[in-house]
């Protein structure tokens, strides 16, 4: 498709958290690409560190009604609903300013789908709006699925291992039990806010970072449930020469730290921005990495890891002499490093499309919501990683690494995932399924 000759305006709302900021910007950067304009609406907090990284994007602030913070306090529903209920009148006034300076040229607003107070603001404004889902399109089924649940009868149900059994939707091997319910809080809020993002209101399509070749049947779902057209166009930090869009300052020695292990030999750690992992696991998975015998490197955020300062001596040395601690890594360039042989991670979206992509397999260990689900598919339906489940104990630890570097099973684990490697590759290139999606959408917000 060639460029669009006079330059439309897309206005991105993202929700600044880093699994939700990353493809954002990834999926501006396609756009521009495409020939169209990008303005990026940031909580003022966010506007420099987000701005010197996409110097031909428009970054316009507005006033943050309560800082990411306060997710941590308030837990993730009721952030949600106060952002969104405070956040409306200042989104509206920003949007009719912008109208005022674009000359009303602003072919679409695109809204981060937690992000859904933008809806408002299209509605009297009469622009076209589309949603734009971080997470993978089975969970999109999943939340769809228990935004129609009532929340008494699901807890009762959940008790029953027939109930548990069920599968959703025709959609093998997903089961009720896999619902991402877990870590999410009270269930009948929770349950509320999945009724309230799935309600698409007046939006005319959704955007979905994923691919066909590893969500065929869910996708095939979302397009029989939604009515509105839906386009896959990951992974989008390959659908588009990406730029680094950290929200945090990215270490880069361990770069040079990797160039000087075997290939295939390290495993890396890194459980994502959010989660928080108890001092007794800290040490247990300090013991498991050095007796496993592999060289490691292992992301520790001093604020996620209250138990970093009271790892023993002796095991203080061991880390100093088979790993590497870093407060936060260049994850896609790691993973893409030959050293590294297998990846220890939360199984967060971006996370896993990234592992997939470099065809490293993963070790599973999921805390909170969706990353349970993610880790059942990288387990159970693509067979490229094995999962941790229960108390994290250094024994488990030492086997699930070498089951990974060092047995057969990680080797045919790492032929599988060269395989989806392959194919998410091709995905992007001419005529792949998201090359396609991307042009059919570019296509779409020209003509809105």
Not at 62 to 69: F, N
Not at 280 to 298: D, H, I, R, Y
Request: hydrophobic share 40%.
């Amino acid at each position: 498709m060639e460029k669009i000759a006079e330059k439309r305006r897309i206005v991105l709302v993202p929700i600044a958290l880093q699994g939700h900021m990353n493809p954002m910007m990834q999926l501006g950067q396609a756009l521009n690409l495409k020939g169209f304009a990008i303005t990026v609406v940031v909580g003022e907090s966010n506007l420099v560190s987000s701005s010197k990284d996409f110097p031909d994007f428009q970054f316009v602030p507005i006033q943050e009604s309560i800082p990411v913070s306060q997710i941590q306090i308030l837990g993730p529903v009721e952030f949600l609903k106060k952002l969104n209920r405070t956040s409306e009148a200042s989104f509206k006034e920003c949007i009719a300013q912008l109208l005022l300076q674009q000359g009303n040229d602003i072919a679409c607003i695109i809204y981060d789908e937690l992000m859904y107070f933008s809806e408002a603001a299209a509605t009297e404004f009469k622009l076209p709006i589309v949603i734009f889902s971080t997470a993978s399109a089975t969970n999109q089924v999943c939340v769809r699925v228990l935004s129609k649940l009532d929340a008494k009868k699901f807890l009762i149900d959940i008790e029953d291992p027939e109930e548990q059994d069920k599968v959703v939707g025709n959609l093998h091997p997903l089961r009720y039990k896999h619902l991402p319910t877990w870590g999410m809080g009270p269930l009948e809020q929770f349950l509320e806010i999945c009724r309230i993002v799935v309600n698409k209101r007046t939006a005319s399509a959704v955007i979905i970072n994923t691919a066909s070749c590893l969500e065929s049947s869910s996708l095939s779902w979302l397009n029989q449930e939604l009515g509105i057209p839906v386009f896959p166009l990951g992974p989008l930090h390959i659908t588009a020469a990406s730029t680094n869009s950290s929200l945090l300052e990215e270490d880069m020695s361990c770069i040079e730290w990797l160039n000087k292990q075997k290939p295939r030999s390290v495993i890396y750690v890194s459980f994502g921005s959010k989660a928080h992992i108890e001092t007794k696991e800290v040490l247990e998975m300090a013991w498991g990495l050095s007796n496993s015998n592999q060289p490691f490197l292992w992301v520790i955020r001093p604020e996620s890891t209250p138990g970093l300062e009271s790892l023993p001596e002796e095991v203080s040395k061991i880390v100093s002499a088979k790993g590497y601690i870093v407060k936060w890594a260049p994850q896609n360039e790691v993973l893409g490093h030959p050293a590294v042989g297998g990846f220890w991670s939360h199984c967060g979206w971006n996370s896993t499309l990234e592992s997939i992509v470099e065809g490293v397999p993963l070790i599973c260990r999921p805390f909170t919501g969706e990353q349970k689900l993610n880790a059942m598919y990288i387990e159970s339906v693509w067979s490229v990683g094995i999962q941790i489940e229960g108390k994290v104990e250094r024994g488990v630890v030492e086997r699930a690494v070498k089951r990974l570097l060092v047995d057969e099973e990680g080797a045919c684990m790492r032929e599988r995932a060269h395989v989806l490697k392959d194919k998410l590759k091709a995905s992007v290139r001419s005529g792949g399924s998201s090359y396609n999606a991307l042009d059919e959408l570019a296509n779409y917000l020209e003509k809105k």
